[in-house]
C-alpha cells in the first residue's frame, strides 16, 4: 500500500465540529501538523471531511 502524508494547511477556527473531531482523530491540531498514513478507504473518508482544510501528499 502507498502511504499518504496530510498536512493541516488551515486553522480549525470556525469548522463545524465533526471537522475538528476528525482532524483530532487524524493526530492534526495546529497548522504545519503532519501525518503519515496508509492509503485507505478510511483515511479517505476523513479526508473527503476535512478536505478544504488539508494538504494531501502520497510518500
Known amino acids: 500500500m502507498k502511504d499518504v502524508k496530510v ?3 488551515r486553522s480549525l477556527i470556525g469548522a463545524k465540529p465533526n ?3 476528525t ?3 487524524l493526530g492534526l491540531h ?3 501538523d ?3 498514513h496508509a492509503d485507505d478507504a ?3 473518508g476523513k479526508i473527503q ?3 478544504h ?3 494531501v501528499e502520497t510518500v
Open 7 to 9: 498536512t493541516l494547511s
Open 19 to 21: 471537522q475538528k473531531a
Open 23 to 25: 482532524a483530532a482523530s
Open 30 to 32: 495546529r497548522i504545519g
Open 34 to 36: 503532519s501525518i503519515v
Open 42 to 44: 478510511v483515511l479517505a
Open 49 to 51: 471531511v476535512i478536505r
Open 53 to 55: 482544510l488539508v494538504t
